[in-house]
Structures are given as C-alpha cells and as structure tokens.
C-alpha cells in the first residue's frame, strides 16, 4: 500500500547479515537497518491519509494471520517489516493521522521522536542521580523552564523549594499526589482511621481517579462526586463541595483531597480553582489540579487564566503527549511540598546507597514516583523546548485553537447542528439539533388523535439514537475519525483538533464528511427507517 511498497525493494536488493549477527548491537547492522527503519516511518507519514483513520479488522484478526509460536531461528529485518507492512499497518488506529479528531490527540513531532529515539540509544536506567547525572539534573532543569513558561507560582518549582518530576501519564501523578495526601493525614490521626478519609471530585472528573483511590485504600464509600449541570458547562460548585465537605465532617469523615480539572475528557469543562482552593485551605485538603489536556495551552497568555488560582493548589500535571508534541509517555506533574511525595514514596535499600544521596545535595526521582526504575524522558521534552522555542510552540497551539473555531462555525451557520456546550480550546462538542429531527419522531397516534409522548426524556433518547447512528456511520467510512461522550444525558459528538498534521484543508474535508453523513441519515430518518414516527 502506498510507499510502504517501496519496502519490497530493499528485500530484493539488500542481503541481510542480522541472521549471522553475534552481537545484537553491533553498530554497523545498527546504522543499516535504523536507516531503513527510519524511511519506513518518514514513507508512513508521508502517506498516512491513504489509510483510513480507524481500523476496520475485525477482533482477533492477528492470531490468524501469525505463526503461533515464536521462531527458533533469526529471521531478517527485511522479512520482519514485511510482515508489518501487511499484518501490524491494517490494525492500528492511525492517531498522527490529520484527520484524526477522536479522543484527545496524542501529537508528535520530529524533535519529541528524536529525542524518544536518543533516550532509548541512551538507555539509561535513572532511578537515582548517581545512576545517570544527566538524566536526572535535565529533568529539574527542564521542568522549571516548562513551569516558567506556565507562569506557575514559585512555590512549584525547585527555584522556589518546590520541584517537577516527569512521570509517565497522569494517572500515576494522581495516584502519586493522592498517597501522598493520604499519608500526610494518617500521620496525624492514625493508621487505623484510613477508612474515615474521604475524597472529593465532579461527575466529570477523569475515572483515573476512581482507580487511584481504590488502589490508595480510600473506602469507596467515601468518594465523594459532585454533580456539575449543563447550564454551568459542567465546571464544579464550590458551594455544593463546601456544603459536601460539612456534611460529611458532621459523619466523622475526614475529608483529604479535592481533584480538580481544566480541561475535562468530555466536554473540556474547567474547574474554578480559585474559589474550589478557597473551599478546600479551610479544611487543610490538598488539591490536585488535572489539565492533562489543556495545560499546554496555558504557555499562551491569553489562555493562562484558566489557571488562574493554581497558587491555593499543592499539586498540577499536564500530559507533554497530548498536546505538546512530545511523544507518549510524558506526564509533566509538579509540587508544592516534593517531602510530602517522598516521605511516601521513598524506600533506601543497601544497594541503592551511595555518597550524593546522603548528600542531600541531589534529587533521586525513584522516590517521587511508584517505579524503581525510569526512563530519560527530560531528553525528548528538551529537545521540544529547544527545536521549537516558546514562540513556535505558541503558533502550533494557536493553530489548533484557530482550527476548531473554524469547523465551529461551520457548525453554527448549519441549523440542523447545534453546540452542546462553549468551547474553551480545540475541541468541539455537537450533535444534530432536535429541531432537525421531525415533530414525528415525538408524537404517537393514540385512539385516532395525535398525543404528545410523555416527555423532553424520550425526545432526548431518540435525539441520542440519531447522533449515534451519525458518528458510528462517519467513523465507518474510514475518512475521519470521532468519538462521543454522554452528559446531562445529552449524547455529543467530539472534534479535537491537535493532531501535529492538521492543517485547515483537512478541517474543511472533515466537515464535509459529517454533513453528507448527516444528509444521509437525515433523509433515511424523514423514511422512517428508525421506525420513528408514523
């Protein structure tokens, strides 16, 4: 398919000496086959829309199509990438793909894959300064510049007492912060009462929270998840978590942590940090700021104050792999108190002693994170910061954002579309509009007179129907690709813009593609394939 192809020729014209190889990194056969994978990947990029955006297999295909146990002897790389051009291409789900707009986008960039590239050559095990120097002061460099350019407080950054650690997803920054806040109050109160400490989230709060608590011992019965309303964009009440927070003080729980969100999963609500922390430092809570997705856009000043009152926080992360095209993983998580992550994290066995350490002159990152062992992330995330600079990062961004203003409009100017909530940065939420969907559909003939169902309820579900079948038909197609979310129990469709090769052509010709997709259904719906309506 495509230049792939052009693979066929290097196992026609190249003799492969990795079959008579006795060292697995000898650097020659290194050079050779880097160089070839190298073209693969530049050819998959260059080619990528001729694939469609979503996989189209079927579950299980793989074991069909590969042998059932490994080979006894080497076989070529020749032979290997042949195989992936043919079995491995068919099954992924093409995320650098420009008309990728599922989820949140996982972008990328040629400094974040180099960088990505060198720190495996590296391969360095960092779990403590001693064990690479490097990878360790790199990291504490990189994310003060990164928290400089976040303008976040002082107090976050090693420059202020504070200090960033590079972890591998948000999920783990949570868990992390989480531990460390659980201890902090079990010290003062006892091992024995973990089961009173409670914790505090919207409904729209990311369910790796869920999982982290259930893994910190927190009893479930004290996760406490404030409801949020579409009339409020679905942003948390600081009136109904303090009024939470009481009830649950006057139950004899101790209430620990609060976990707010600038940029939810499924709409992108933002949490309002500034009155949430006023709530929260009455009743000495740490609070954990999520902007997994939106925090990158926050390096532009006229979308840093949607942070703003991060200063009552103890702890803020953002993924660098969503949207700061630095490949995944990279989970940039920083603290107020990094004691408080170590006091709970830290462990000093024999082999792991040595003169930097009792020092006290160095950081060892194995005690800021749940892994012994951790890879040279900082490499790739600086070379991002230096092959881009501040202003080129900003232009990306701005693009994306300028992206999504522009297929929402299109939107707008479609009355059979409707937004379903404000778009605070790159990622739009629509569904057709229930003034597109006929009075039938909500109407039933009974006893010869025409009678209103009983309810906006049913109405909703039919609306809900039709969006369903819209997106599961664009998604079908192969030419773009989107997923959905339910809230107030409205279903919506999602377009985040951000994959690294977007550009607006590709905008355009996704909203074509819904259109004739919402044309077909629309006119399949008025013949009553849906059995709605008479």
């Known amino acids: 398919m495509g230049s792939l192809g052009d693979f066929d020729y290097q196992m026609n014209n190249t003799i492969s000496s990795s079959n008579d190889m006795t060292n697995p990194m000898d650097p020659e056969e290194f050079r050779r086959q880097g160089h070839m994978m190298i073209d693969f990947i530049a050819d998959y990029y260059k080619n990528i829309e001729k694939y469609p955006v979503l996989s189209q297999v079927e579950p299980g295909y793989l074991k069909k199509r590969l042998p059932k146990s490994a080979p006894y002897y080497p076989e070529s790389i020749e032979t290997i990438m042949s195989d992936v051009k043919d079995h491995i291409v068919p099954g992924i789900t093409h995320w650098q793909s420009p008309n990728y707009y599922a989820y949140f986008p996982s972008s990328g960039s040629i400094a974040g894959f180099l960088g990505e590239m060198l720190a495996t050559g590296f391969n360095v095990v960092g779990f403590n300064w001693m064990s690479s120097p490097a990878a360790t002061e790199l990291e504490s460099i990189v994310m003060d510049w990164l928290g400089d350019m976040l303008r976040l407080p002082k107090s976050f950054l090693f420059s202020g007492n504070g200090g960033g650690v590079l972890q591998g997803t948000t999920c783990e920054a949570i868990l992390c912060t ?14 024995e009462n973990i089961g009173k400490l409670s914790v505090y989230c919207s409904d729209q709060t990311h369910c790796a929270f869920k999982k982290a608590a259930q893994i910190a011992g927190i009893n479930m019965n004290n996760f406490r998840i404030i409801p949020t309303t579409l009339s409020s964009a679905f942003s948390m009440s600081p009136e109904v978590l303090r009024k939470t927070i009481v009830a649950d003080m006057e139950d004899g729980l101790v209430p620990i942590f609060l976990l707010a969100t600038i940029g939810t999963t499924s709409t992108t609500a933002v949490d309002p940090l500034g009155p949430l922390c006023n709530v929260t430092k009455d009743y000495g809570m ?3 700021v999520d902007a997994a997705y939106a925090g990158s856009i926050c390096i532009c000043p006229e979308f840093r104050h949607f942070i703003d009152g991060v200063e009552g926080a103890n702890s803020f992360s953002f993924n660098a792999h969503k949207w700061f095209f630095t490949t995944l993983d990279c989970c940039c998580l920083w603290v107020k108190d990094p004691s408080a992550l170590t006091k709970s994290l830290t462990t000093d066995p024999e082999y792991l002693k040595n003169k930097a350490t009792e020092s006290k002159q160095v950081v060892d990152y194995k005690d800021w994170q749940l892994a012994l062992s951790r890879r040279f992330r900082s490499l790739k995330l600086w070379m991002v910061l230096r092959s881009y600079g501040v202003e080129k990062l ?19 100017s479609d009355d059979r579309f409707e937004i379903v909530v404000p778009r605070y940065f790159a990622n739009v939420c629509f569904r057709i509009s229930p003034k597109a969907i006929t009075t039938k559909s909500v109407l039933s003939e009974i006893n010869g007179t025409t009678a209103r ?3 906006g309820a049913e109405k909703a579900l039919t609306i809900n129907e039709i969006n369903t079948k819209l997106m599961d038909s664009i998604n079908g197609s192969g030419r773009i690709y989107l997923t959905h979310s339910v809230v107030d129990g409205i279903y919506l469709i999602r377009f985040a813009v951000g994959a690294s090769l977007t550009e607006e052509c590709h905008v355009a010709t996704a909203w074509k593609v819904v259109k004739e997709h919402a044309d077909a259904i629309l006119s399949r719906y008025t013949t009553n394939e849906f059995g709605l309506g008479q």
């Open 453 to 455: 169902r009983n309810s």
């Open 178 to 191: 989480l531990v460390a806040a659980r201890d902090r109050t079990l010290n003062k109160i006892g091992k």
């Open 394 to 412: 900003r232009g990306f961004l701005r693009s994306h954002v300028k992206m999504a203003k522009m297929f929402e409009a299109n939107v707008v």
């Open 286 to 288: 740490w609070v954990h």
